[in-house]
């Protein structure tokens, strides 16, 4: 049996690895939270502007067969504080900042 020897990890780069899991995770909240921002915009303009919990579940890109004009559809999930009722559906942010909706509120 030959006896390996295993070495400790600097100090320094522990810290660097530390430094780079937080900012990390600081980046995923940031984009998280301008993420639902944006969608609880869009959602005013819509019609539904007393919201809460708000959850961008996630984004799609989809293309129109006949223009080839490239899109973006989300799908959300938010609870209505005017319905009292959580709505799960889909937003299509098409041309010209053309929003539609189809929403199922139960």
């Known amino acids: 049996?030959?006896?390996?020897?295993?070495?400790?990890?600097?100090?320094?780069?522990?810290?660097?690895?530390?430094?780079?899991?937080?900012?990390?995770?600081?980046?995923?909240?940031?984009l998280k939270t301008l993420k639902q921002d944006k969608m609880t915009e869009i959602l005013a303009t819509l019609g539904h502007s007393n919201i809460k919990k708000i959850e961008v579940i996630n984004k799609l890109s989809v293309e129109d067969k006949e223009t080839r004009y490239k899109s973006k559809v989300y799908k959300v999930r938010f609870y209505d504080n005017d319905l009292d009722k959580t709505c799960?559906?889909?937003?299509?942010?098409?041309?010209f900042n053309k929003n539609t909706k189809d929403f199922d509120c139960k």
């Open 1 to 30: 049996m030959s006896n390996s020897e295993v070495r400790k990890l600097p100090r320094k780069t522990i810290v660097i690895i530390g430094v780079l899991i937080l900012a990390g995770i600081a980046v995923f909240t940031i």
């Open 88 to 95: 799960i559906g889909f937003i299509h942010m098409g041309r």
